[in-house]
């Protein structure tokens, strides 16, 4: 079964024939297919060439979801960046505009990814990245043709985590002649860098937004401490736990706010944890579900696997999620902020991008690690003013801030939680031309 799923591996079809029966046939070609990362372990591509006669003049834009076990192919394709939303509908602000896209879900076992076997799971983020590593030698070598064209790796959440990762591995596998391609640089959206820092602000940013009174500020703040305590002591599995449990103390005295984007409450999305049920059962159900929303998992499990004709038939999309989730959990609150001062060090261009009105990675917290690189860049960066953006839909509208320095960038996004593309669509393809300097 595997085997049969990966053996070419590689399709190329012109969509044009591929989008009978999908209501609007795309202009643009695509391709996808899996590969064989590890024993027992398939990992699922989706690669969008960029809308335009002459895709090689536009650069290449790896996305990587967050979770672990959010799918690029599913979410980030359909309800963020690709060229369709879920309703198979043309997305005005789709990225293939402006590049070409490539979505890989990741970790084994997301999306149509999918193990054979538990022990294939990954379970830290260098795992991950070798993973990854395999797959883009393998893509480079199998696409010669994209091996020229600037390569750039777009993240949200814990896939930037994973994407700073990647980029260093891949940063010493290009130097050392490994992969073949013309890497560039890295953006971080909403990215669980230094997670304990996302914790720590929490009380105060909800407090600051009319979110926490007085007690409920004490409360977060003393869930918050429990977390840095684990933390500190280094037992990750506990602190993973704790973060849970600080996140019901949130619920409990906000009467609910959404995770992803304070200003929004979904009332049908409340959570009461249940007795005796596991944190991670209710992680996965708090975090991994709603990026599996069911017209989504219909879609991807319906037309779109008949469509892509190489699932094999015992894969379902999203089927492995949790297990993703709860064998990366000693991982999850390990910070990577070593990870990008190398990528600064070793010349990689790296932005960091943040919603507004995003909780769970809130800019409070993007603005504290940041403060503590040892990049001897970060005086002159912090010295700088910020420069407003135009709002690309209300020109008179500020629809961001972004500072740049050398190598380094941070976008301030407003009016934008989480997923900062579908909440700001054209401000998020503004940045994306900005960051890959096509604007
Ligand atoms: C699918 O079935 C094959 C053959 O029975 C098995 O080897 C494989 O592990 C199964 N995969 C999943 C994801 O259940
Ligand atoms: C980083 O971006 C700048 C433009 O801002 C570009 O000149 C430079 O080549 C990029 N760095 C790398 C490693 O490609």
Known sequence: MARLASAPGWL???????????????????????????????????????????YQDLPLVLWLQGGPGGSGTG???????????RDLQPRKTSWVQAASVLFVDNPVGTGFSYTDSPDAYATDVATVASDMLVLLENFFTQR????????????????????AAISLELTKAVAQGKVKCRFVGVALGDSWISPLDSVMTWGPYLYTTSLLDDYGLADVNNAAQAVKQ??????????????????????QNTNGVNFYNILTQDPDEKLTSSAGESYISLQVRRHLHRLHGRSL?????????????????????????????????????????????????????????????????????QELWVKRLKWDGLSAFNQLKWTP????????ITGAFYKTYKNFAFYWILKA?????????????????MIIQQD
Do not use: C
Not at 12 to 27: D, E, K, N, T
């Open 12 to 54: 190329f079809v012109l969509s044009a024939v591929l989008h009978r029966g999908l209501s609007s046939p795309l202009a643009s070609k695509e391709a996808w297919g899996y590969v064989d990362v590890r024993a027992g372990a398939h990992m699922f591509w989706w690669l969008y060439y960029a809308d335009s006669p002459s």
């Open 75 to 85: 979410f980030g394709n359909f309800e963020e960046i690709g060229p369709l939303d």
């Open 144 to 163: 010669p043709e994209f091996q020229s064209i600037p390569f750039h790796i777009f993240s949200e959440s814990y896939g930037g985590k994973m994407a």
């Open 230 to 251: 684990a933390v500190d002591q280094q037992q990750f599995a506990k602190a993973t736990e704790l973060w849970s449990v600080a996140e019901t103390v949130i619920e």
């Open 297 to 365: 998992s219909e879609l991807m499990n319906g037309p779109i696997r008949k469509k892509l004709g190489i699932i094999p038939q015992n894969v379902t999309w999203g089927g492995q999620a949790e297990y993703v989730f709860s064998y990366m959990a000693g991982d999850f609150m390990k910070p990577v902020v070593d990870i990008v001062d190398q990528l600064l060090t070793a010349g990689v261009n790296v932005t960091v991008y943040n919603g507004q009105l995003d909780l769970i990675v809130d800019t409070m917290g």
């Open 389 to 396: 953006v135009d709002d690309p839909v209300s020109r008179s």
């Open 417 to 433: 939680g989480h997923m900062i593309p579908s909440d700001q669509g054209p401000m998020a393809l503004q940045m994306l031309k």
